[in-house]
T-cell receptor
């Protein structure tokens, strides 16, 4: 069963704390993504990873970093979280190639107080 | 940078109606086009894709693409309450970066 798993589903942090969002996929997909979704703004790409240790900034990378040490696992790190990073974060994966479908995880709702 | 716009922002239709959703894009080099559907509180899920000008039908759903007009659309025949969701269009120019529209919120009333 093709699946993208995100942990945790809900997270509340205080401003200045570090945040780790984790994503796993069981499809051996090469390419993985981190998006954030905000009302009225749609899905915005934070980072894209083409394979292990091959990461590229998306449209809104400021304040975020990523780590991909295994093909099936992709982490998003917020060092010293800010209130404007309150959002729903989605991880996605694809086989690689622009004609491939994205498979999304269920999302992490992050609140930074 | 790609600019993807969707219209309308929201739509309320009665059960059984034909529904049309629109998406325009700015980059004429765009090659790949999708519609994703996101039920409330859930993950977006791919609905349909099209890669060449024309029309593609899958069940109650039809997608039209006109690259010259920088426009594609999704048509839903015999809309059902279960079709109520946020519909997101996505465009890819060939570099694996998918640009999404802000979405159209569809409500189908029984």
């Amino acid at each position: 069963d093709m699946k993208v798993t995100q942990m945790p589903r809900y997270l509340i942090k205080r401003m200045g704390e570090n945040v780790l969002l984790e994503c796993g996929q069981d499809m051996s997909h090469e390419t993985m993504y981190w998006y954030r979704q905000d009302p009225g703004l749609g899905l915005q790409l934070i980072y894209i990873s083409y394979d292990v240790d091959s990461n590229s900034e998306g449209d809104i990378p400021k304040g975020y970093r990523v780590s991909r040490k295994k093909r099936e696992h992709f982490s998003l790190i917020l060092d010293s979280a800010k209130t404007n990073q309150t959002s729903v974060y989605f991880c996605a994966s694809s086989l690689g190639g622009s004609a491939e479908t994205l498979y999304f995880g269920s999302g992490t709702r992050l609140t930074v107080l | 940078q790609q600019n993807v716009q969707q219209s309308p922002e929201s739509l309320i239709v009665p059960e059984g109606a034909r529904t049309s959703l629109n998406c325009t894009f700015s980059d004429s080099a765009s090659q790949y086009f999708w519609w994703y559907r996101q039920h409330s509180g859930k993950a977006p899920k791919a609905l349909m894709s099209i890669f060449s000008n024309g029309e593609k039908e899958e069940g109650r759903f039809t997608i039209h693409l006109n690259k010259a007009s920088l426009h594609f659309s999704l048509h839903i025949r015999d809309s059902q309450p279960s079709d109520s969701a946020l519909y997101l269009c996505a465009v890819n120019t060939g570099y694996q970066n998918f640009y999404f529209g802000k979405g159209t919120s569809l409500t189908v009333i029984p």
